[in-house]
């Protein structure tokens, strides 16, 4: 699940720590840092991340890697994340370390199904207008970048306003269903056949569900690259562990977890599990919307995507 | 031969016996004796005069006592959330979601939303459609269990413990597998009939009320049934004997002793319906059909979520639920002559249904497929599929049992499983203890009354999220470390369940006449030993139930450990969410089978004891 980067702003308590593509390496981390990690003993990490598949690995690699140094994860959607560290930021009694959007990007598409003939799968913009997807689409309900905001965000940016705003209000005639829960849930209930074209869902999570036998396809119809992100909790109890610990999800060694775990690695040297999911190894166009151009404008794209679209 | 139900009746015996042996022997004026017997709390000898004496008598200082720490408890429970909920719809919602100033937007909002009356039509629609469908399939399976001699009784009870065990996220998604485009359903039309038509849709208010029909008929079983169990069967067999057809002796015997106990529960489901988002969003809105609680659901979605609107909706639920309430109490104040627990003695016999048993087999077993059969077969289809896929005979060849293996192999779901027993089995004890006192002071129109009924059943309108932020507030300034603890969740889940525990209690209570109290108390039993040795045992079969719906729903209960729990302090529940919300759908089918079959050894082995003890209550 991504961090809506809507948070990043409404958030005074937190503070965006590390970029997410700022290659690290295990060499340059100071000594003194993890003499003062060690020294705090604990990370309490609130994670929107998977559980058994990313958060675990990667808490047994570094409590394997730093001994003495637990850390404590407790698993939430964003909305409720978002809503615990603001309110302890309130109370002055911040318990949290750190949050996340996970350390990768993701490119975002559309996926096909098994009824749909390969010849019939959309290939660019204008064929989601074709009046056989009428009713058969779907996409999340979550106001964030990766949803539809961000979709209508990456119109704009690559139609421009007048032919963005002609081709949105032609889309929304198709009438797609507004799935209130995750992209991961919108691309399952693709898999299972209810909807037999989703938008907005993430390509690796296509490519996971493809590698395990379903009949999915992730489509290159305007694929969107925004950004996940990790962040450290201002005046968080354990500042020094909480820093090792970001230093290592973003170092090769936890890149390289990430990209085990299907997911997209950020690390330049590290290499995702199918290699074409990243734009430079699969050679795609894309449409960038990164957190700073989602959060100057995710008004006004959620706004049209109420307007026309709810 | 008729007799006084067994444990109840010895107890009365005893407690006389105690009483006459206690008192000295009479002097003076016999009638100030047997009115002091009667207040029940003046021991010893008669020192006072009459005046005096009637004084007391009218004040009863025990029982004032005793309403007012109810009053007390449940108030420093409810009113502190309910201070935040108005504070919080009057309020601006500042970026850092703190709420400072006055404003009356958020109540403007609310009438001002898109298409207001379409969507409240819905609202009723759904509500009442949802409520006659739960009460029609859990009032006739609990009539056919509790007062007949139907067959297969024990699957009605497995169709209800399962079906209330099965974590919601599971049910509504099996069922919306069930009924989607691709389930079996379309798939056997389009197989057989039509290639090109989609017949169901589930998406629709059809779609809604079914699957929240379906949803909410374990709660009025469980509750009916304790409702029936305890009833006296004198008057059916009475009709039946005068040439009343068995149809006739329902509705015009059955249906009329139960009728407080029903329209309580009526009323109660409805606002539930009313007041649920969950069901209309993953249902509704992909349909997009629109339920006054649809906005609710975006509301508190949002980032930030806009908490000042969903409080205002909670304000004006809280009122109309205050509204019907009064009305409600209006109607139950002649409920005196629907108890048929009297000290007469009774013995609940069978209910001979002659032909009719197969007939009410056959019910029994569609109700079981419909509710039960069907969802788990779904479930079953997904924890073996490597990845959410049609059932159709080719995927057979790809089953798998990974996604069990996978459960297996995590030690860590134990660590959340005895979290998840705990604080629900401590949340269903705390619950009905409260509630058996509760329920007895309101149902009995002892002073106080009212107000305990209205504040016990606030919470009822509370939407999870708003319940859990005013609680994230008072955990984090309470003066005792519970933030991020198993108590903060416990202590949430004792207001949430509140009004449900009342529910069970409140309706076992007008079921019992109070003449048995009264020969109590003329005996000279104080309060605790006639709730102790009168009303509790009495109240077991209401008492079980209770504890068992709160216990079942509670560990399933999501919203608020994914607000509450601290790293310590996980739930399954929690667990099961986030495997769910990132694809893990055959694992948290896997896990969600593994937990029912759980819950419902323990379940079971309760319900035994429980039944037991009814034994020896009711002697059958």
């Known amino acids: 699940m991504r961090f809506p980067q809507a948070l990043l702003c409404a958030a005074t308590a937190a503070v965006v720590a590390t970029a997410a593509l700022r290659p690290t390496s295990g060499q340059t981390i100071d000594s003194n840092l993890i003499e003062a990690a060690k020294k705090e003993g604990e990370v309490v990490w609130y994670t929107t991340l998977v559980v058994t598949q990313i958060v675990r690995p990667l808490v047994q690699a570094f409590e394997k890697k730093y001994p003495g140094i637990k850390v404590s994860y407790t698993a939430a959607p964003f909305q409720e994340v978002a809503t615990r560290i603001v309110n302890e930021g309130r109370a002055a009694n911040v318990k949290a370390d750190l949050f996340d959007g996970g350390a990768t990007f993701y490119p975002i598409n559309a996926a096909g199904f098994d009824l749909v003939p390969a010849s019939d799968a959309p290939r660019k913009l204008n064929d989601l207008l074709d009046p056989k997807w009428r009713g058969r689409m779907a996409w999340t309900d979550a106001p964030s970048a990766g949803g539809p905001s961000g979709f209508i965000g990456a119109i704009f940016l690559s139609l421009g306003k007048d032919k963005g705003i002609e081709f949105l209000t032609k889309l929304a005639e198709q009438r797609i269903a507004n799935i209130p829960s995750n992209q991961r849930v919108v691309l399952d209930q693709n898999i299972g056949g209810q909807y037999p074209l989703v938008l907005c869902i993430y390509n690796y999570h296509a490519a996971i569900s493809a590698s395990q036998g379903a009949p999915v396809q992730w489509l290159k119809v305007l694929p969107i690259l925004t950004f996940g992100t990790v962040a450290m909790v201002k005046n968080g109890p354990h500042p020094n562990a909480t820093k090792l610990f970001i230093e290592f999800m973003l170092s090769e060694e936890g890149q390289r977890i990430h990209a085990e775990a299907g997911y997209i690695p950020a690390h330049p040297n590290v290499a995702a599990k199918s290699p074409d999911l990243k734009p430079e190894i699969g050679k795609y166009e894309y449409q960038l919307v990164s957190p700073e151009m989602y959060n100057a404008n995710a008004a006004e794209w959620t706004s049209i995507y109420k307007k026309l679209f709810q | ?620």
């Not at chain 2, 030690?411 to 509760?438: D, E, K, Q, R």
Request: with cysteine.
């Open chain 2, 1 to 620: 031969v008729k007799r006084p139900p067994v444990a109840a009746g010895l107890r009365l015996r005893l407690i006389c016996q105690q009483r006459v042996r206690a008192e000295k022997p009479v002097t003076g004026n016999s009638e100030i004796t047997l009115s002091k017997a009667a207040a029940g709390h003046v021991k010893g000898p008669a020192r006072l005069s009459g005046p005096v004496l009637r004084y007391f008598r009218l004040v009863d200082y025990p029982l004032i006592a005793l309403s007012t720490a109810i009053i007390v408890i449940i108030g420093l429970l409810v009113l502190p959330p309910i201070w935040t909920l108005i504070r919080t719809s009057f309020a601006n919602t500042m970026p850092d979601f703190s709420t400072a100033g006055f404003t009356l937007d958020h109540y403007i909002n609310l009438v001002t939303g898109r298409n207001l009356a379409v969507s409240a039509v819905n609202s009723i629609v759904f509500a009442t459609c949802a409520t006659a469908l739960s009460l029609i399939i859990g009032g006739i399976l609990a009539w056919l269990i509790e007062r007949t001699d139907a067959p297969l009784k024990g699957l009605a009870y497995v169709t209800t413990i399962v079906s209330l065990g099965t974590p919601y996220i599971l049910y509504v998604t099996a069922w919306l597998y069930l009924l989607g485009r691709a389930g079996p359903f379309n798939d056997l039309y389009r197989t057989w009939i039509d290639p090109t038509s989609t017949p169901f849709n589930v998406n629709s208010l059809t779609g809604m009320i079914l699957i929240e029909g379906f949803l909410w008929s374990p709660l009025v079983f469980l509750l009916l049934s304790s409702t029936f169990r305890a009833a006296n069967a004198d008057m059916e067999e009475a009709a039946r004997m005068s040439g009343a057809s068995i149809l006739d002796t329902i509705r015009l015997i059955s249906m009329k002793l139960a009728r407080p106990a029903l329209f309580a529960l009526a009323l109660f489901v409805f606002i539930r319906n009313i007041e649920t988002f969950e069901v209309p969003a993953l249902v509704g809105m992909p349909g997009r059909v629109d339920v006054l609680t649809t906005e609710l659901y975006k509301s508190i979605k949002e980032v930030p979520p806009r908490i000042g609107y969903a409080s205002a909706f909670s304000v004006v639920m809280l009122i109309i639920v205050g509204a019907l309430l009064l009305l409600y109490g209006r109607i139950s104040k002649q409920a005196e002559r629907y108890a048929s627990i009297t000290g007469k003695g009774f013995r609940p016999r069978p209910f001979a249904l002659g032909r009719g048993r197969w007939i009410a087999g056959l019910v029994i077993l569609v109700n079981f497929a419909i509710v039960l059969a069907l969802p788990i077969s779904a479930i079953l289809w997904t924890s073996l599929m490597p990845f959410v896929r049609p059932m159709r005979w080719v995927a057979l060849g790809t089953a798998t049992i990974k996604h069990y293996e996978a459960v297996v192999s995590s030690p860590y779901y134990l660590g959340l499983a005895l979290n998840t027993l705990l604080v629900s089995a401590g949340t269903a004890t705390v619950v009905m203890l409260l509630a058996l006192v509760a329920g007895w002071l309101a149902a009995r129109r002892k002073p106080g009354a009212a107000m305990i009924d209205q504040l016990i059943t606030m919470p009822l309108v509370f939407p999870g999220l708003v319940l859990g932020i005013a609680l994230l507030e008072i955990g984090l300034r309470f003066p005792i470390p519970i933030y991020g603890t198993l108590w903060l969740i416990g202590l949430a889940f004792v207001i949430r369940y509140m009004p449900y525990g009342m529910r069970y209690a409140y309706s076992g209570v007008m079921q019992i006449h109070s003449e048995l109290e009264q020969a109590a108390s003329v005996s000279g039993a104080n309060i605790r030993e006639s709730l102790r040795f009168i009303v509790a045992p009495l109240l077991i079969p209401a008492l079980t139930s209770g504890w068992l719906f709160i216990f079942l729903i509670a560990a399933k209960e999501m919203s608020l450990p994914l607000l509450l729990a601290g790293p310590s302090s996980q739930t399954i529940s929690v667990a099961m969410f986030d495997l769910w919300a990132n694809g893990q759908g055959g694992e948290v089918a896997a896990l969600g089978l593994m937990w029912v079959t759980f819950m419902t050894i323990v379940a079971t082995i309760f319900y035994r004891v429980a039944r037991r003890l009814s034994l020896t209550s009711f002697g059958h």
